[in-house]
């Protein structure tokens, strides 16, 4: 019986973790700039776009995601001609509030 228990706890334990993880996303975004602070902007502003774009208009405005966390942000820049690229990675994580 107590093995049954635990299979089932593990079960249980199992599905926990899939829903949290669901919770979050991970994005990408790749955008070229005439500066390191500019391309940095642009990727973060189209991974918002890519979450929602019913997060964009309050992101344009100051910077916020409602309902939504911005975690592990990671940028890799490099100039190239006449701009900076930057290549970026963050995740979105739902905060269950708007």
Not at 29 to 48: P, Q
Not at 90 to 96: D, I, R, S
Request: with cysteine.
């Amino acid at each position: 019986m107590s093995r049954l228990f635990m299979l089932a706890a593990c079960i249980v334990l199992m599905g926990s973790a899939i829903t949290a993880q669901a919770e979050c996303l991970n994005k990408a975004a790749v955008a070229t700039a005439g500066s390191e602070k500019d391309a940095k902007w642009y990727v973060l502003e189209t991974m918002v776009q890519s979450v929602s774009w019913g997060l964009w208009p309050s992101f344009l405005a100051d910077g916020t995601t409602p309902g939504w966390r911005i975690a592990k942000q990671h940028y890799r820049c490099k100039a190239e001609g006449v701009g900076v690229t930057c290549r970026g990675q963050a995740t979105f994580c739902e905060t269950g509030s708007n």
